[in-house]
């Protein structure tokens, strides 16, 4: 059987350290992690001399464009249409609420104004009512008066007698007549 392991690298004490510390980190034999490494560097086509690694660079800055151009896309698709709609929207929110306003501001200035006219006319016929109820109280009061002097005048007339003279008759006449007018 043929030993596969015919090659060897040379390198100086203090690459054998660091190189001893990455396979001991690693949890792995150097020689795995000396292959490991020229598959990664295979692979990736990676230049090991390239600390900052610009392939690595490239190729994040490439996909954040693609991110960037995917948003810019959904914007112009979805957000901006959306947004002037939802403009639209509140526009024609304001102009309903706006008209709403006036028409209902309208509306209770008229009712205030008939409010005000209907107050106008109970207040009329309350003091018309009252006038009435006066004038009741007052014929009450004047049947009252008027049945007293005619009870009065009743009591007198049935007082005289055959021999009462006329005079006495026409003084009870004028007395009565002067209480009827004083009413």
């Given at each position: 059987?043929?030993?596969?392991?015919?090659?060897?690298?040379?390198?100086?004490?203090?690459?054998?350290?660091?190189?001893?510390?990455?396979?001991?980190?690693?949890?792995?034999?150097?020689?795995?992690?000396?292959?490991?490494?020229?598959?990664y560097f295979y692979k990736?086509?990676?230049?090991?001399?390239?600390?900052?690694?610009?392939?690595?660079?490239?190729?994040?800055?490439?996909?954040?464009?693609?991110?960037?151009?995917?948003?810019?896309?959904?914007?112009?698709?979805?957000?901006?249409?959306?947004?002037?709609?939802?403009?639209?929207?509140?526009?024609?929110?304001?102009?309903?609420?706006?008209?709403?306003?006036?028409?209902?501001?309208q509306h209770n200035v008229?009712?205030?104004?008939?409010?005000?006219?209907?107050?106008?006319?109970?207040?009329?016929?309350?003091?018309l009512m009252d006038v009435?109820?006066?004038?009741?109280?007052?014929?009450?009061?004047?049947?009252?008066?008027?049945?007293?002097?005619?009870?009065?005048?009743?009591?007198?007339?049935?007082?005289?007698?055959?021999?009462?003279?006329?005079?006495?008759?026409?003084?009870?006449?004028?007395?009565?007549?002067?209480?009827?007018?004083?009413?």
């Amino acid at each position: 059987m043929e030993d596969i392991n015919v090659r060897s690298v040379r390198y100086p004490v203090v690459v054998d350290q660091k190189f001893e510390k990455i396979a001991l980190k690693l949890g792995r034999t150097k020689r795995q992690v000396f292959i490991q490494m020229v598959d990664y560097f295979y692979k990736s086509k990676k230049d090991p001399v390239d600390l900052n690694d610009e392939v690595l660079k490239n190729t994040l800055l490439k996909n954040h464009q693609q991110y960037i151009g995917f948003i810019k896309t959904q914007e112009n698709m979805l957000l901006v249409p959306i947004k002037i709609l939802i403009d639209r929207i509140g526009e024609s929110q304001r102009q309903i609420i706006e008209r709403f306003n006036t028409e209902v501001l309208q509306h209770n200035v008229d009712v205030l104004n008939n409010q005000h006219a209907q107050a106008g006319v109970f207040s009329e016929i309350g003091r018309l009512m009252d006038v009435i109820a006066k004038s009741q109280k007052s014929k009450e009061t004047l049947k009252t008066q008027f049945m007293s002097i005619l009870e009065s005048y009743i009591r007198s007339r049935e007082a005289f007698t055959m021999m009462t003279s006329g005079r006495e008759k026409d003084e009870l006449i004028a007395m009565v007549k002067d209480q009827v007018r004083t009413l």
